[in-house]
């Protein structure tokens, strides 16, 4: 269903920002924090996106363009599309997938747009698209939808491209009960919007920082001189905080389960010795899957029994899903029509 509105967004300082890559849409930054459209900040908030963050990625991402220079312009826009140049701009999707970034894109343009602009959204984030599909559409001034145009691309299609790639596990999983679910290998700085597009594509998400939640690997394993003995060291400084175990073996396993871990990470275990995790564990604990897998057994290993699997590669390797902007006919006029 397609959602018309107009959206007056003066040029933002730039200044703000919580810097801690929450992302979780605190209240504490509303609208009267940023440059961005009250509509906007509400519908980012809904989408647990920080809305001051997601304007500064906005700054961010145009000033690598304008050179990080307050008198920068896009030299071959300006020499070529008259100052008082209207279009509209179909953002489209070039093959099947699934979205997400649509709102990143009109922060995107809101930090550019030197008028109010029109905004017609045809689609939103997690629904499947076709080729051919018109995602977006945007009118106004020509200089500043070309200006802004890559930058949008770049976050709607690297985002895009997460969801699509979850989207393909959480279809491979689905009825079995497991959920797909990420992990702190993120593009420094993106990472609330790609753990985002994980959910957007049907994934869960992990833990979003160092502080939030406890994972002993194998280095902290080595360190404090066991398994159990790390579990135990976290459990107790931090008796609030959720603790995951990664173990390597079945007889790990069985320390940190009598050790009293309630999530355990099961580091490269075939199906079959996952299978025997399962019945150890009896439904005392949470089981995640890690290591060797693909989408190919991802089934297999979601048939034994774990709660999660735990994939890097939907926010480390995921291909962008291949979106353009298609610009209709331009248009000279003092201001964009509402």
């Known amino acids: 269903m397609t959602d018309v509105s107009t959206t007056d967004l003066p040029l933002a300082d730039g200044t703000g920002g919580c810097g801690d890559g929450c992302g979780c849409g605190d209240a504490a930054h509303d609208a009267m924090e940023c440059g961005l459209d009250p509509s906007l900040v509400q519908m980012l908030q809904d989408a647990g996106l920080d809305p001051v963050q997601v304007e500064d990625i906005a700054h961010l991402a145009i000033a690598e363009d304008m050179e990080f220079s307050p008198d920068a312009v896009d030299v071959t826009t300006v020499a070529t599309i008259p100052e008082d140049a209207v279009a509209t701009g179909d953002f489209t999707a070039r093959q099947a997938g699934t979205v997400a970034g649509l709102r990143v894109a009109e922060a995107v343009l809101s930090v550019v747009c030197e008028d109010e602009f029109e905004v017609e959204r045809h689609v939103e984030d997690g629904e499947r698209v076709e080729a051919g599909d018109v995602l977006l559409s945007v009118t106004t001034r020509t200089r500043d939808l070309l200006t802004a145009e890559r930058s949008a691309l770049n976050l709607m299609c690297r985002l895009s491209g ?29 990472r609330s919007l790609e753990k985002y597009a994980v ?24 360190a404090a001189g066991g398994v159990a003995q790390a579990f135990k060291a976290v459990r107790e400084m931090f008796p609030g905080v959720p603790v995951e175990v990664e173990v390597d073996t079945l007889h790990q396993l069985r320390e940190v389960l009598d050790a009293g871990a309630d999530l355990i990470l099961l580091d490269n275990f075939t199906p079959g010795e996952t299978e025997e995790a399962v019945a150890l564990v009896a439904g005392r604990a949470a089981l995640e899957s890690s290591g060797r897998l ?22 480390h390797s995921s291909p962008i899903l291949d979106i353009g902007l298609d610009l209709r006919e331009a248009r000279v006029s003092g201001e964009v029509s509402s």
């Open 199 to 222: 959910r957007a594509g049907g994934g869960v998400n992990h833990r979003m920082s160092l502080a939030d939640a406890a994972l002993v690997k194998d280095n902290h394993v080595v």
């Open 294 to 315: 693909t989408l190919e057994n991802a089934r297999a290993y979601a048939e034994t029994g774990v709660d999660y699997l735990a994939v890097g590669a939907l926010t």
């Open 162 to 190: 997460i969801a699509t790639a979850t989207r393909a596990w959480a279809d491979a999983l689905e009825g079995t009960g497991a959920k797909v679910r990420d992990t702190r290998k993120t593009t420094p700085g993106l």
